[in-house]
T-cell receptor, first 112, second 114 residues
Framework: QKEVEQNSGPLSVPEGAIASLNCTYSDRVSQSFFWYRQYSGKSPELIMSIYSNGDKEDGRFTAQLNKASQYVSLLIRDSQPSDSATYLCAVNKRSSASKIIFGSGTRLSIRP | EAGVTQFPSHSVIEKGQTVTLRCDPI?????LYWYRRVMGKEIKFLLHFVKESKQDESGMPNNRFLAERTGGTYSTLKVQPAELEDSGVYFC????????????FGSGTRLTVV
């Protein structure tokens, strides 16, 4: 079992709709959770971080965390073509060293 | 503020040769990380420096890989001798203090071993 699991996609969403990206993690002691966006050929860019159960909103992005279910999600409202990218879920495992563990990413495509 | 800088951006070498990748973290960032993404796989952790000390090198594939961070500033990652399976994109990232706030990544070095 992978430590951080994501559906690889591609996920195709019409422009203006809500894109929903999901991630599960295996280690219950994980403390910090991140969403990175990576455009093709570019480096990952941090877009959201979340540390406690519930929702965290930042502009068009909402991160949701449910530690009991070991589940993290990212919602993108009013999707734009510029949101088309690979979205990486990442988890900080406090139980070990301070490294962040990445999922394999979900490729999101926003169709005009 | 300058970001994390990596050099070179691309490198094509023959199997058996040596390659050295360089990373300049954001000034003042004590934490420096190396990650690698091979084709079709997730970004995998290689190692973590705190200043000049190796905090965690559990992700280093084998002893052909050597990372250094002399003086706690820039870091180098040497692959000697390179093998075909070493091909991929090598990312460097840095963070200041509490890494709970995530990392800032460099643009990566695409290494191709032929």
């Amino acid at each position: 079992q992978k430590e951080v699991e994501q559906n690889s996609g591609p996920l195709s969403v019409p422009e203006g709709a809500i894109a929903s990206l999901n991630c599960t993690y295996s280690d219950r002691v994980s403390q910090s959770f991140f969403w990175y966006r990576q455009y093709s050929g570019k480096s990952p860019e941090l877009i959201m971080s979340i540390y406690s159960n519930g929702d965290k909103e930042d502009g068009r992005f909402t991160a949701q965390l449910n530690k009991a279910s070991q589940y993290v999600s990212l919602l993108i409202r009013d999707s734009q073509p510029s949101d088309s990218a690979t979205y990486l879920c990442a988890v900080n495992k406090r139980s070990s060293a301070s490294k962040i563990i990445f999922g394999s990413g979900t490729r999101l495509s926003i169709r005009p | 503020e300058a970001g994390v800088t990596q050099f070179p951006s691309h490198s094509v070498i023959e199997k058996g040769q040596t390659v050295t990748l360089r990373c300049d973290p954001i000034s003042g960032h004590d934490n420096l990380y190396w990650y690698r993404r091979v084709m079709g796989k997730e970004i995998k952790f290689l190692l973590h420096f705190v200043k000049e000390s190796k905090q965690d090198e559990s992700g280093m594939p084998n002893n052909r890989f050597l990372a250094e961070r002399t003086g706690g500033t820039y870091s180098t990652l040497k692959v000697q001798p390179a093998e075909l399976e070493d091909s991929g994109v090598y990312f460097c990232a840095s963070s200041q203090g509490n890494q709970d706030y995530g990392y800032t990544f460099g643009s990566g070095t695409r290494l191709t071993v032929v």
